[in-house]
């Protein structure tokens, strides 16, 4: 048997003003919270025993899952006492991990990786732990993973630089999804801030118990604006396997959306959301309960919860509205960042 543990006690400060209301994990993707396509990703590989680590504003996890029965899973909670870093959180779970092995996901990566072939590796290989590893263009703005011929993790390169790349060597970085021994937690403080990926897998990797698992799965970090819209995309357009429905857009049960209004583009309208007549809505997430006035316009915005937008107001570019705000008619927003519960009566 392999328990998750589940890291969702960011502060997820790079989706402000919309993580001011709810943790990452618990932002909605499509139809349904963010943190429950990795639900869907473990039931289908068997894996129905979850501990999610929390932290900041732990309550809506569980208000939303509570023990998981109603999924057919086992679902249960632990909180950090003040921030634990990624290596903490998973040590704050230990005394509810019953297996010898444990799997472990950051909160906010979206992939369809195949867990069994990580597992198979990982079993075959006898090491420590094995970290799955995706393929990026550029490695300047993440850590390098450097492998040796038989997986074993070389070394971390942080923020590579360009003239200490090799010549034709893969751009691995690490996706957020690791398959762990339970002594790997010996190596962990308790109730000390500690990173998994700083403090602990270098020192595996250099005493040759670490191995990495590439792959070319879909893998996207929702973790910014940008890329959560994407993810809304990639999901509509059935890039991703996940268990939400496939089309041009999603409008949610109880949402309403005018006849003579379009939603296009890998939009998503929330439940109980409103899109008035005349309205254009491309490629932009209305959260649940918003109301896009007449003739308005969305076109790659992230429009929270309870929002309203005025009749004739125009949202692009990677706007992103925090839940209440309120939009006065006739406005437009570029690439700006509205807070929560503003109320904005000019363009900006
Ligand atoms: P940013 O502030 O935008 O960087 O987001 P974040 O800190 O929420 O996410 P980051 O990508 O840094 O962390 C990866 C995952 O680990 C996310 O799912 C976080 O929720 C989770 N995480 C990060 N730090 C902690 C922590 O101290 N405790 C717990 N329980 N989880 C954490």
Same mark, same amino acid.
């Given at each position: 048997?392999?328990?998750?543990?589940?890291?969702?006690?960011?502060?997820?400060?790079?989706?402000?003003?919309?993580?001011?209301?709810?943790?990452?994990?618990?932002?909605?993707?499509?139809?349904?919270?963010?943190?429950?396509?990795?639900?869907?990703?473990?039931?289908?590989?068997?894996?129905?025993?979850?501990?999610?680590?929390?932290?900041?504003?732990?309550?809506?996890?569980? #208000?939303? !899952?509570?023990?998981?029965?109603?999924?057919?899973?086992?679902? *249960?909670? =632990?909180? $950090?006492?003040? %921030?634990? /870093? @990624?290596?903490?959180?998973?040590?704050?779970?230990?005394?509810?991990?019953?297996?010898?092995?444990?799997?472990?996901?950051?909160?906010?990566?979206?992939?369809?990786?195949?867990?069994?072939?990580?597992?198979?590796?990982?079993?075959?290989?006898?090491?420590?732990?094995?970290?799955?590893?995706?393929?990026?263009?550029?490695?300047?703005?993440?850590?390098?993973?450097?492998?040796?011929?038989?997986?074993?993790?070389?070394?971390?390169?942080?923020?590579?630089?360009?003239?200490?790349?090799?010549?034709? #060597?893969? !751009?691995?970085?690490?996706?957020?999804?690791?398959?762990?021994? *339970?002594? =790997?937690? $010996?190596?962990? %403080?308790? /109730? @000390?801030?500690?990173?998994?990926?700083?403090?602990?897998?270098?020192?595996?990797?250099?005493?040759?118990?670490?191995?990495?698992?590439?792959?070319?799965?879909?893998?996207?970090?929702?973790?910014?604006?940008?890329?959560?819209?994407?993810?809304?995309?990639?999901?509509?357009?059935?890039?991703?396997?996940?268990?939400?429905?496939?089309?041009?857009?999603?409008?949610?049960?109880?949402?309403?959306?005018?006849?003579?209004?379009?939603?296009?583009?890998?939009?998503?309208?929330?439940?109980?959301?409103?899109?008035?007549?005349?309205?254009?809505?491309?490629?932009?997430?209305?959260?649940?309960?918003?109301?896009?006035?007449?003739?308005?316009?969305?076109?790659?915005?992230?429009?929270?919860?309870?929002?309203?937008?005025?009749?004739?107001?125009?949202?692009?570019?990677?706007?992103?509205?925090?839940?209440?705000?309120?939009?006065?008619?006739?406005?437009?927003?570029?690439?700006?960042?509205?807070?929560?519960?503003?109320?904005?009566?000019?363009?900006?």
């Amino acid at each position: 048997m392999i328990e998750a543990v589940i890291l969702v006690g960011g502060e997820g400060t790079r989706l402000r003003p919309l993580t001011d209301t709810r943790p990452k994990p618990m932002m909605s993707l499509v139809d349904r919270p963010f943190v429950a396509h990795q639900l869907d990703q473990l039931r289908r590989f068997g894996v129905s025993d979850v501990i999610f680590s929390c932290g900041y504003l732990p309550a809506a996890l569980e #208000e939303h !899952f509570g023990n998981g029965t109603s999924i057919g899973m086992r679902i *249960r909670y =632990v909180v $950090d006492p003040s %921030p634990l /870093g @990624t290596a903490g959180a998973v040590k704050n779970a230990e005394h509810l991990l019953e297996g010898s092995q444990v799997l472990v996901f950051n909160g906010d990566v979206l992939t369809d990786l195949d867990l069994s072939l990580v597992a198979e590796q990982h079993d075959s290989s006898g090491v420590a732990g094995t970290l799955a590893l995706t393929p990026v263009d550029d490695p300047s703005r993440y850590g390098l993973v450097r492998l040796h011929p038989d997986r074993a993790v070389e070394e971390f390169l942080e923020k590579p630089r360009a003239e200490q790349l090799r010549p034709g #060597e893969p !751009f691995l970085i690490n996706a957020g999804t690791y398959l762990l021994e *339970r002594e =790997v937690l $010996d190596h962990i %403080p308790e /109730g @000390t801030p500690c990173s998994i990926e700083r403090d602990v897998f270098p020192a595996l990797a250099a005493a040759g118990r670490l191995a990495g698992y590439p792959s070319d799965s879909y893998w996207r970090d929702i973790g910014t604006p940008d890329s959560y819209l994407k993810a809304h995309l990639d999901v509509l357009a059935g890039r991703v396997r996940t268990e939400s429905p496939v089309g041009e857009s999603y409008v949610a049960e109880g949402a309403r959306v005018a006849p003579d209004a379009r939603v296009e583009f890998g939009s998503t309208i929330g439940p109980g959301a409103v899109v008035e007549g005349g309205a254009v809505v491309i490629g932009s997430v209305v959260g649940a309960g918003a109301r896009i006035g007449r003739s308005a316009k969305l076109d790659g915005a992230i429009v929270g919860a309870s929002v309203v937008v005025g009749d004739r107001a125009t949202l692009e570019h990677g706007v992103v509205v925090g839940d209440g705000a309120t939009i006065a008619s006739g406005v437009t927003i570029t690439g700006a960042i509205i807070a929560t519960n503003a109320d904005i009566d000019q363009s900006q």
